[in-house]
């Protein structure tokens, strides 16, 4: 309901509940019963003080006729008390009433401030009420006793009630008493001493031993464990929370035993309620306050059981509070074990490797072995609570050691994808380029002498890998010379081209050069090449002079460190020398080339592209990645191999797609995926393990993306036009003609519809991640 203002009551039947609602608030609220009272000026605070006691007064004397038909009728009791008239016990009913409303009342509203009022409302209240009632039972048990522990219950009630309003309640008493214009609490204690002398001369001993348990019961209000008691035994009862007196009453002075199981339940069951009214008994609670931390304590051992990862268990423990005594004085040790927990987790979580991560594992399942054991030593409620808890956590480590375990036991695939040298063919994953093989090999041994020959690819798309096993599909009689122009030997000078150059022909001539002098210049170059290839011819035998990365000639060139004296050289070379063949390779079309005009000194030379792999190249890659290593036979089944499988429903060709059949690329998708693989308990690839290897192929991949991608992209506006990819699958293609053929030329657009997308998938995504 929402009771009329205080101020605002009246004596009339309007105002009756509201009167009703603001006596109840004073008996459990008294601190915001204090707060509106105050709010009043003085003179309207007394008169609404005798509004409430004149509501009140009518319940007071039903409660008073209800409970003598009760005593004196339902349960017999005799009227008579041995040795006292019956005009004696109605007196002395009377003076109970007169003391507890007249005087704790009356005195209130005539002299007492605001805040008097207030108690002296709960005095007469309580100590009519009790003292009515303790005259019917004397006449069955003796006046002494009964009168003495009902009026003690009720001048406690009282006193639990001025005790529950704030401190400035308790000044307001202090000064009234020293000024002679005491309150309803002096009022209150004025009857409560005159009761005591007249029935202390009538009782004596034992009535002052009834009067301090009275007095006990009623100021503490442990009247209450008849409704706390089921609450919370044989177990805790969440949904009879709302009825507990801590729920309801703020002057509960006596700690309830057992409340905390009742709190936690509550929690368990309405969680945000729960922990909200746990702070409220923390903060504003003070006597039930160790049972509200008690709770919450619990709560947090709770959770901690709950973690999915040891690593969060310092953030949990770290709510504790520290105390110097009682359970909450060992949090601190507490906090030093679970660091110790967290800290191996973490490392755990940072080791990719199961070589690794078995002994961290293993440490940490002996720790929390370890911590298993030592908090059964604690205090209560940390001892089983936390206990409970390590064996939540012990199946988390044991978990994980078995995971790493379980791996280090698994037959592991075989790591022979990615690599960014040239591959080794003996141990790393190799594929025949079958087409540009043959077709290499078609030129070189052409019966006239091939005039040159112009390896052209994109970078990382297998030429140098071509170049370096050429051999392997070659004769016997054909040697093969390679020199990265990317060497300083090579690139320093002239001279020292022409040094390389002699120097690498004569370790793969076997003699076909003795007698002849080392050049030192364009000229001798010439002049040995002219012996060397004399020498061939009578041993019937062929040299592959490969040239490395050709465009160092051009950047040389426009430095001033060759001429295009060089450039003639190598044509005439290429006309005459007919035993030698001149490869350069490089991922630069002579187009690209801007410091010499090289279409003239390459007219006779034959342009062989190294293009990305095809489906069924890419199959064999990730089948039979050893298929060309001499350590095994052809038909050796011992040799490593994946099935199909392994790659997943659709997975080697989601590869192929993925990098566009880029050799490179298709190699370090492959890689990242084994490694997931071994690192993992799966046998194979599947689904999500495939979309987490390509996202940690961009992250490993990024120096070789963004050569690809960025590095290149030399032209005005290419690299903006293609970072709208980041935003856009698609996109219109670029107006200036000079960008759309750098772009296809590089291999990264493809056109759809009128519109372009890349090609390759695997750069949108390190675009948009990286």
């Given amino acids: 309901m929402t009771p009329l203002p205080l101020g605002e009551l009246r004596l009339n039947w309007g105002s009756h509940f509201s009167a009703l609602w603001w006596l109840g608030l004073l008996y459990r609220r008294p601190a915001r019963f204090h707060e509106a009272l105050k709010a009043l000026d003085r003179w309207p605070a007394r008169a609404a003080g005798l509004r409430l006691y004149l509501h009140a007064a009518g319940w007071v004397l039903l409660a008073s006729v209800l409970g003598r038909l009760l005593l ?38 005539l002299f007492g401030s605001g805040y008097g009022i207030a108690v002296g409302i709960a005095v007469g209240i309580t100590v009519g009420i009790a003292g009515g009632m303790a005259l019917g039972i004397a006449g069955g048990i003796g006046i002494g006793i009964a009168y003495g522990v009902a009026s003690g219950i009720a001048f406690g009630i009282a006193v639990g009630v001025a005790v529950g309003i704030a401190d400035e309640i308790i000044a307001g008493i202090t000064g009234g008493i020293a000024s002679g214009t005491g309150d309803g609490i002096v009022g209150g204690i004025v009857v409560g001493i005159l009761g005591g002398i007249t029935v202390g001369i009538a009782g004596g001993i034992l009535l002052g031993i009834a009067v301090a348990v009275a007095w006990g019961i009623g100021l503490f209000r442990t009247y209450y464990l008849v409704l706390h008691l089921p609450m919370v035994w044989p177990r805790p009862r969440a949904a009879w929370y709302w009825l507990h007196p801590v729920a309801w009453d703020d002057v509960c002075l006596a700690p309830f035993p057992g409340l905390y199981r009742l709190l936690v339940a509550y929690a368990e069951a309405h969680p945000a309620a729960g922990e909200a009214e746990i702070r409220r008994l923390i903060d504003e609670y003070p006597s039930q306050r160790g049972s509200a931390l008690r709770a919450q304590t619990i709560l947090r051992v709770r959770e901690s059981a709950q973690v999915a990862r040891l690593s969060d268990l310092p953030a949990i423990v770290a709510l504790f509070p520290e105390v110097e005594w009682g359970y909450l004085g060992q949090t601190h040790h507490l906090r030093e074990m679970v660091a110790e927990i967290a ?75 990615g690599t960014d040298r040239p591959v080794d063919p003996t141990q790393e994953a190799f594929v025949e380029r079958g087409e540009v093989a043959g077709e290499l090999e078609r030129q070189i041994m052409l019966g006239s002498g091939c005039p040159g020959i112009l390896l052209y690819g994109r970078r990382r798309m297998g030429k140098t890998t071509l170049l370096v096993n050429l051999p392997t599909f070659l004769p016997d009689s054909v040697r093969l010379a390679r020199i990265s122009l990317q060497e300083p030997k090579a690139f320093e000078s002239l001279a020292s081209l022409v040094g390389r150059v002699a120097q690498e022909c004569h370790g793969v001539l076997a003699g ?10 364009l000229a001798g170059l010439f002049d040995w090449l002219a012996g060397v290839d004399e020498a061939l011819a009578r041993r019937s035998e062929r040299l592959v002079l490969a040239l490395d990365e050709y465009e160092q000639i051009d950047a040389k060139i426009g430095e001033g460190v060759f001429t295009l004296d060089l450039l003639a050289t190598l044509r005439e070379s290429m006309q005459r020398h007919r035993r030698v063949t001149w490869v350069l390779a490089g991922s630069h079309h002579v187009a690209d080339l801007g410091h010499a005009p090289w279409p003239s000194f390459l007219v006779s030379v034959c342009t062989v592209e190294v293009p990305p792999l095809a489906p069924e190249e890419t199959r064999l890659l990730l089948t039979d990645p050893l298929r060309y290593s001499p350590l095994w036979k052809r038909d050796d089944p011992r040799r490593p191999r994946f099935d199909p499988g392994f790659w997943g429903p659709g997975g080697i060709e989601r590869i192929h797609a993925e990098a566009d059949g880029w050799p490179r690329l298709v190699q370090l998708i492959a890689e990242t995926a084994v490694d997931l693989v071994n690192d993992s308990a799966l046998a194979g690839v599947d689904g999500a393990l495939m979309d987490r290897a ?16 960025q590095s290149e992209s030399t032209l005005r506006g290419e690299w903006e036009y293609l970072v709208g990819f980041r935003r856009s699958e698609t996109q219109a293609p670029p107006i200036e003609e000079a960008l759309c053929t750098s772009l296809c030329r590089r291999l990264l657009v493809a056109d759809e519809g009128g519109q372009w997308r890349l090609r390759v998938p695997l750069m949108q995504r390190w675009l948009r991640k990286r």
Avoid: C, M
Avoid at 85 to 97: N, P
Avoid at 698 to 708: A, P, Q
């Fill in 694 to 709: 390509l996202d940690r192929a961009v992250v490993r991949g990024d120096n070789v993306l963004r050569l690809l991608v």
């Fill in 512 to 521: 076909a050069d003795a007698g002849l002098a080392a050049p030192v210049d």
């Fill in 343 to 417: 800290r191996l987790q973490t490392r755990l979580d940072t080791l990719p490797r199961p070589f690794f991560r078995e002994p961290v594992a293993r440490a940490l399942v002996g720790e929390v072995r370890g911590f298993e054991a030592q908090v059964a030593g604690l205090y209560e409620p940390l001892a089983s609570e936390f206990r409970a808890a390590a064996a939540n956590w012990l199946k988390i480590a044991e978990g994980q050691l078995k995971e790493a375990q379980a791996v280090l036991a698994k037959r592991r695939a075989p790591t022979v994808f």
């Fill in 72 to 109: 004196y009728g339902a349960l017999g009791l005799p009227t008579r008390v041995p040795g006292a008239t019956a005009a004696e016990v109605l007196a002395l009913q009377g003076a109970s009433i007169a003391y507890g409303i007249a005087g704790g009342i009356g005195l209130g509203i």
